[in-house]
């Protein structure tokens, strides 16, 4: 499969990466959350070409991630706000910054702490469980197959066709979710 049809796969991360993938963007999302909103400023605190960053601010806006709000009308310009899908991202930002504090602060800590406005103390994010709470474990959670993998799986067994690797299921599973989707429920 090729990169531009990653957004393609029956699989989360993958479709997420199509978006979130390339170079420059999670640092464009993050200088988005710190309040930079205009392209010069985006520049300046990222130092990304002019080119390479209006790739991505497209790429951005037309993934409903900003929207692009004018500021000035002589000659009209634009500023970028995160829309709600953008600001839906803040999690991974907090859960990657804590795993760079954590692994790739060189000994000296980390760069910044956060503080919680609610209660006033620094916090550091906790990926947890939205049922009971509790913090979420790698060897304490796993995969459940969704609804197109559990079809396209039935539909290999009552075809005699043989499991793919789990690297591969994803792939296939959407060849033939493209192919079978008007017939699917």
Request: charged share 30%; hydrophobic share 30%.
């Amino acid at each position: 499969m090729k990169w531009e049809n990653t957004d393609q796969q029956v699989c989360s991360v993958a479709r997420a990466l199509s978006v979130l993938g390339e170079r420059w963007t999670l640092l464009i999302i993050r200088d988005a959350f710190r309040g930079t909103r205009r392209f010069d400023d985006f520049q300046a605190s990222l130092g990304v070409t002019r080119h390479r960053l209006s790739e991505r601010l497209k790429k951005l806006v037309s993934e409903g991630v900003l929207t692009r709000v004018p500021y000035q009308d002589r000659p009209v310009r634009y500023e970028y706000r995160l829309t709600r899908k953008g600001l839906a991202l803040y999690p991974i930002l907090m859960t990657l910054s804590r795993w760079g504090d954590d692994w790739m602060d060189d000994g000296n800590g980390p760069p910044q702490h956060y503080r919680h406005s609610a209660c006033g103390k620094t916090t550091r994010p906790v990926l947890s469980c939205d049922q009971c709470g509790d913090p979420l474990r790698p060897e304490e959670v796993s995969p459940q197959q969704g609804t197109v993998l559990s079809r396209y799986i039935a539909h290999l067994k009552a075809t005699g066709e043989p499991l793919p690797s789990d690297g591969e299921l994803a792939r296939r599973a959407s060849q033939y979710w493209q192919e079978n989707r008007e017939e699917m429920p």
